[in-house]
């Protein structure tokens, strides 16, 4: 049984995992490493990494490639630590590097568009329909933290503030759109791969835990309601904190 980590980007992946670089490339230039290319990790478990790239559509297809030759090459992944970073809707509750263990995925770009805004149980089709469970349209549920107590992981309840997130294929930039998601969904992050990663884990049915540092303000920002390098350094207390380095 292996843990599959993955982040979106090299900076994310460096950050999550101090010290690594894939063998042949340069630990100082994570942005230079190729994209849905696994990668041995030495942790106190069988790890496996992966750089999905920007996106639902980037991470969707990484996953699939991911689960398929983990399982191809004997060493199938068994559980998903997908983490990196995200913007939260109020930095009073979710404040700037807060780590933030995510226990719901929405996408709120599913379903029927009125011309306003979308509504998921309009539509006709259901994304998945599980055999033993309910339909999957818009929300995907993600595992506790204690999935990863397979791999003599703690729970780290004390450190993750619970939250829901979003993921969007295109950012919000206007205090409109984020006013507006916040108030549809009362969601309290927002990604750009989350639901597709834990989407593509539900249907081999590995558990996905999702975590996420605290990066920015979500919608337009000053200055001070953002931080990415610290929110990347943020992420080097994730795997102390699960005890799996």
């Not at 599959?4 to 230079?32: D, H, I, Q």
């Not at 506790?144 to 294929?169: I, K, Y």
């Not at 990415?228 to 207390?237: I, M, Q, Y």
Request: proline share 8%; with cysteine; hydrophobic share 45%.
């Amino acid at each position: 049984m292996s843990l599959l980590l993955c982040a979106a980007t090299g900076p994310e992946l460096a950050g999550l995992v101090p010290g690594f670089a894939p063998e042949c490339f340069s630990a100082s230039a994570p942005k230079s490493w190729p994209e849905m290319t696994l990668w041995p990790l030495r942790l106190k478990c069988a790890a496996l990494c992966c750089i999905t790239g920007v996106g639902p559509v980037n991470a969707a297809l990484a996953m699939g490639i991911a689960l398929s030759r983990a399982k191809a090459e004997g060493t199938p992944i068994t559980a998903v630590l997908n983490a990196g970073l995200a913007g939260a809707f109020d930095l009073a509750q979710r404040p700037l590097l807060a780590l933030c263990h995510v226990r719901e995925e929405i996408w709120p770009e599913y379903g029927l568009h009125d011309g306003r805004s979308v509504t998921a149980q309009a539509f006709g089709f259901p994304q998945w329909q599980p055999p033993d469970g309910p339909a999957v349209r818009d929300r995907i549920p993600l595992a506790g933290l204690e999935a990863l107590a397979q791999f003599g992981a703690r729970h780290g309840d004390d450190v993750f503030l619970p939250s829901t997130s979003l993921t969007v294929a295109g950012v919000s930039a206007s205090f409109a759109r984020a006013a507006d998601l916040r108030a549809s969904y009362g969601a309290d992050l927002e990604n750009m791969e989350g639901f597709a990663v834990a989407y593509a884990s539900a249907r081999e049915g590995v558990p996905c835990v999702g975590v996420r540092s605290v990066s920015n303000k979500v919608g337009p920002r000053a200055n001070d309601e953002k931080d990415f390098p610290g929110a990347l350094a943020a992420l080097t207390r994730v795997l102390p904190a699960l005890n799996l380095i």
